[in-house]
């Protein structure tokens, strides 16, 4: 009878080392982050996870499933993803970008594959702003497509006031996205949310960074500034040939 138990007993404790393993195994592909990761406060409980906190990505490439709140658990680096569409994601961090957490929201008209490169410093020939973040975010699809889409970077002013050095102000921070054609950064009208998101919303991709913009209210919805100071530009010349015509 002892012989029976202990045999029981020991393939009882064999069933609870295997199912351990297994889980253990699971845990570290799509399981729980380590504490030393962002979790999006917003994150669904149904949401695919994913932890990859031992890696810092260089051309990896991630599947999206379409419909589906994907997250990944970078090191230093938290990305939600929400996709109308099937997508691969190309993903290089750079190493030096520290403790960010962003949610990409985006309805494309067709699969694509999104190349994305978050540094700390913009590419070649994108000037440097002042009062940045140190945090640059290249989104380029493989295709020319239409889209619409929505951008949030995850704001903890006392962390990013430690981390810069600078008291950081987070009533002015404001989206920007490089204009190729003009060579510039365009402001993009920016809020808040109550869950500590910065969002913009957009209907193509670029470079994106967010800066301190001393007056953030006098960005007109979905206008740029630019735009602005040439429609000015172009009234005052109408105003200018009118008076002359009319004399």
Avoid at 43 to 59: C, E, H, K
Wanted: charged share 15%.
């Amino acid at each position: 009878m002892k012989t029976k138990k202990m045999g029981i007993l020991t393939v009882t404790l064999l069933a609870i080392l295997v199912l351990t393993t297994f889980l253990t195994a699971t845990l570290a592909q799509t399981g729980e982050p380590n504490s030393g990761s962002k979790i999006p406060p917003d994150m669904p409980v149904d949401a695919l996870q994913f932890n990859r906190t031992d890696v810092t990505p260089s051309g990896y490439m991630e599947s999206i499933q379409a419909m589906v709140t994907n997250v990944f658990f970078y090191r230093n680096f938290t990305l939600m993803v929400n996709c109308t569409q099937n997508c691969e994601l190309n993903m290089t961090l750079d190493p030096q970008v520290r403790n960010r957490l962003v949610s990409i929201s985006v309805e494309p008209n067709q699969t694509m594959t999104l190349t994305m490169n978050v540094s700390a410093s913009p590419s070649q020939g994108e000037t440097v702003m002042e009062r940045t973040l140190n945090f640059y975010m290249g989104l380029e699809p493989d295709a020319t497509l239409q889209l619409q889409g929505q951008i949030r970077l995850h704001i903890n002013q006392t962390e990013l006031s430690e981390e810069l050095g600078r008291e950081v102000n987070a009533s002015k921070l404001i989206w920007h996205y490089w204009n190729l054609t003009q060579t510039q950064w365009i402001p993009v009208e920016s809020y808040m949310n109550q869950d500590g998101y910065l969002i913009c919303n957009t209907d193509h991709f670029s470079t994106w960074t967010v800066a301190e913009v001393e007056n953030p209210e006098q960005i007109p919805e979905n206008i740029h500034v630019y735009t602005v100071v040439g429609l000015v530009a172009l009234v005052s010349v109408a105003a200018v040939y009118w008076n002359r015509k009319k004399r």
